[in-house]
T-cell receptor, first 111, second 116 residues
Framework: GEDVEQSLFLSVREGDSSVINCTYT??????LYWYKQEPGAGLQLLTY?????DMKQDQRLTVLLNKKDKHLSLRIADTQTGDSAIYFC???????????FGSGTQLTVLP | SAVISQKPSRDICQRGTSLTIQCQVD?????MFWYRQQPGQSLTLIAT?????????ESGFVIDKFPISRPNLTFSTLTVSNMSPEDSSIYLC?????????????FGPGTRLTVL
C-alpha cells in the first residue's frame, strides 16, 4: 500500500529557515498536502500541491515537489516560535481523496 | 474554507460503553471522512461517510465497531462501540468542500476520547 515517511524531529533557531522533508511511494499520487497540528488542536491545512506542479509559494511557505524521486518538502522562511508544531505531509490519489499521512515532524523553534 | 464542528470535544468513558461523535459542516460538502489519531501517532483513515448509504471502511475497521451515518451533505456521526482502552484516541472528521477548491481537505477540531 501507500507509504509516506517523514523525519520525526527538527530544531531551528528563530529567524532561520526550516525545511521539512517527506517521501512517498505511490506514483499515482495526485495531491500532496501539508498540515500543521499545534498541541491539543486539530489539523490546519497549510498548503497543497498538485502533482503536475514542482513548486508552490504562499507567503513564508514554499513547497517543492520532485515527482521523479517522490520527494516533497516544506520550507518555512523566517521561522517564528509560533511555528513550533507537528507538521504532517499527506498524499491522495485519484478522485477518492482519502489521505495517507506521514508520521509527522515535530518542529521546535529555539529562541 | 469550510467550518467544521465536532461534538463532544472530549469525553471520558467506561469500558464496554458506546459514544457517538457528531460532525457538522457549515456548507455542503462532497466527501466526509473519519480518521483516528492514537496517542503520539499519525492519522489513520477509518472510513468514508457516504450520503444515504453505508460507509466505506478501510482495512482493519468494521461497521459493527464503528457505525457511521451521513443523512445529508453537512452532517455525519461516528459511533465507537463497546469501547476498550485501546480506543482512546482523537477522532477527526474531514471534508472536501463544494464551496472551495475541491482539492482542499479540511479537518474538524477532533474529539479526544479516553476509555478507562
Amino acid at each position: 500500500g501507500e507509504d509516506v515517511e517523514q523525519s520525526l524531529f527538527l530544531s531551528v533557531r528563530e529567524g532561520d529557515s526550516s525545511v521539512i522533508n517527506c517521501t512517498y511511494t505511490d506514483s499515482s499520487s495526485t495531491y500532496l498536502y501539508w498540515y500543521k497540528q499545534e498541541p491539543g488542536a486539530g489539523l490546519q491545512l497549510l498548503t497543497y500541491i498538485f502533482s503536475n506542479m514542482d513548486m508552490k509559494q504562499d507567503q513564508r511557505l514554499t513547497v517543492l515537489l520532485n515527482k521523479k524521486d517522490k520527494h516533497l518538502s516544506l520550507r518555512i522562511a523566517d521561522t517564528q516560535t509560533g511555528d513550533s508544531a507537528i507538521y504532517f505531509c499527506a498524499e491522495s490519489s485519484g478522485s477518492a481523496r482519502q489521505l495517507t499521512f506521514g508520521s509527522g515532524t515535530q518542529l521546535t523553534v529555539l529562541p | 474554507s469550510a467550518v467544521i464542528s465536532q461534538k463532544p470535544s472530549r469525553d471520558i468513558c467506561q469500558r464496554g460503553t458506546s459514544l457517538t461523535i457528531q460532525c457538522q459542516v457549515d456548507s455542503q460538502v462532497t466527501m466526509m471522512f473519519w480518521y483516528r489519531q492514537q496517542p503520539g501517532q499519525s492519522l489513520t483513515l477509518i472510513a468514508t461517510a457516504n450520503q444515504g448509504s453505508e460507509a466505506t471502511y478501510e482495512s482493519g475497521f468494521v461497521i459493527d465497531k464503528f457505525p457511521i451515518s451521513r443523512p445529508n451533505l453537512t452532517f455525519s456521526t461516528l459511533t465507537v462501540s463497546n469501547m476498550s482502552p485501546e480506543d482512546s484516541s482523537i477522532y477527526l472528521c474531514s471534508v472536501v468542500s463544494l464551496a472551495g477548491f475541491n482539492d482542499e481537505q479540511f479537518f474538524g477540531p477532533g474529539t479526544r476520547l479516553t476509555v478507562l
